[in-house]
């Protein structure tokens, strides 16, 4: 038997780590909240949390980052956004709140997760955007999701076009 083959790697507790990150970014907004996710983290976040976790840590509506406008109910005040550090996110999250600030007269509370982690031209868009100072923004490092305990899956899509070993744009 060689060095590799006596190599095991029990990768559950690294599932537990996101997980017990993600409801740490949960127990930020206290209360009920709505989880909008980005499509592309639907999946990695089911796996490291199921729907029952996400509801025992105050989770009361979760959807789909969308550019038409977030529909909420009236006792929906906290929203909690976890989504790739990508321009278009942040102008779809720029426009959910401008439309809550110009429709309605409540008071929102808005929280952006950005994964792996924010970037300064996210937070630029955001100010750009006029909506920087109505959220508070943290980083969710999502980069490996176990998909087994031995096998995972590396959840940074772009990270080969991102450091230009990729030649189509982005």
Request: charged share 20%.
């Given at each position: 038997?060689?060095?590799?083959?006596?190599?095991?790697?029990?990768?559950?507790?690294?599932?537990?780590?996101?997980?017990?990150?993600?409801?740490?970014?949960?127990?930020k907004l206290?209360?009920?909240k709505v989880?909008?996710?980005?499509?592309?983290?639907?999946?990695?976040?089911?796996?490291?949390?199921?729907?029952?976790?996400?509801?025992?840590?105050?989770?009361e509506k979760?959807?789909?980052?969308?550019?038409?406008?977030?529909?909420?109910?009236?006792?929906?005040?906290?929203?909690?956004?976890?989504?790739?550090?990508?321009?278009?996110?942040?102008?779809?999250?720029?426009?959910?709140?401008?439309?809550?600030?110009?429709?309605?007269?409540?008071?929102?509370?808005?929280?952006?997760?950005?994964?792996?982690?924010?970037?300064?031209?996210?937070?630029?868009?955001?100010?750009?955007?006029?909506?920087?100072?109505?959220?508070?923004?943290?980083?969710?490092?999502?980069?490996?999701?176990?998909?087994?305990?031995?096998?995972?899956?590396?959840?940074?899509?772009?990270?080969?076009?991102?450091?230009?070993?990729?030649?189509?744009?982005?």
């Open positions: 038997m060689g060095f590799k083959e006596n190599i095991a790697v029990d990768l559950s507790a690294l599932r537990e780590y996101s997980r017990t990150e993600l409801i740490h970014l949960l127990s206290n209360g009920s989880l909008v996710l980005d499509p592309a983290l639907s999946w990695p976040i089911n796996l490291i949390a199921d729907l029952n976790t996400l509801k025992e840590n105050g989770v979760t959807t789909i980052l969308k550019s038409e406008p977030l529909v909420l109910a009236p006792e929906q005040r906290q929203i909690m956004y976890l989504v790739r550090s990508k321009t278009s996110n942040m102008k779809i999250i720029a426009d959910h709140i401008r439309n809550h600030l110009y429709t309605s007269s409540a008071k929102y509370e808005y929280f952006v997760c950005m994964v792996p982690q924010r970037t300064i031209m996210c937070e630029k868009i955001l100010e750009e955007e006029g909506v920087h100072g109505n959220i508070t923004v943290a980083d969710f490092n999502l980069d490996l999701v176990p998909l087994n305990n031995d096998v995972m899956s590396m959840e940074t899509a772009d990270s080969l076009r991102e450091v230009g070993f990729c030649s189509k744009p982005y």
